[in-house]
């Protein structure tokens, strides 16, 4: 089940479901729904989630983006790189172990309504 992170006051976070992606077989679709729902999630463009502006409020679900096409869709370092128009696949890793690290230190807690 695809999660979305969802900001609580300070620095805790909750995950919740949005829906579901297949990960037998990963589509342009699957991928473009992830970036659909964090957008929506968070109140974003497109633009701004695949840009570089380096706000916070854009940062945290750039990250949080990386980390579903990890989990859920089971991508590459390199081809999320690409897909978040990265030119080095080690800001990609740098993002989802700092997402994983959150979710382990319970700073962000997984939710499942």
Same mark, same amino acid.
């Given at each position: 089940?695809?999660?979305?992170?969802?900001?609580?006051?300070?620095?805790?976070?909750?995950?919740?479901?949005?829906?579901?992606?297949?990960?037998?077989?990963?589509?342009?679709?699957?991928?473009?729904?992830?970036?659909?729902?964090?957008?929506?999630?968070?109140?974003?463009?497109?633009?701004?989630?695949?840009?570089? +502006?380096?706000?916070?409020? !854009?940062? @945290? =679900? /750039?990250?949080?983006? %990386?980390?579903?096409? +990890?989990?859920?869709?089971? !991508?590459? @370092? =390199? /081809?999320?790189?690409? %897909?978040?128009?990265?030119?080095?696949?080690?800001?990609?890793?740098?993002?989802?172990?700092?997402?994983?690290?959150?979710?382990?230190?319970?700073?962000?807690?997984?939710?499942?309504?």
């Amino acid at each position: 089940m695809l999660c979305s992170l969802s900001k609580v006051k300070g620095t805790f976070y909750k995950l919740r479901p949005v829906g579901s992606v297949l990960v037998n077989k990963v589509t342009e679709t699957d991928i473009k729904k992830i970036i659909l729902v964090m957008c929506q999630t968070y109140n974003i463009s497109r633009d701004d989630l695949l840009g570089n +502006r380096r706000l916070a409020e !854009l940062v @945290f =679900p /750039r990250h949080v983006a %990386i980390y579903f096409l +990890r989990e859920n869709l089971k !991508l590459s @370092f =390199p /081809r999320i790189a690409k %897909i978040m128009k990265k030119k080095d696949h080690t800001t990609i890793f740098h993002a989802y172990n700092k997402i994983k690290y959150l979710i382990k230190s319970e700073k962000i807690s997984l939710n499942h309504m």
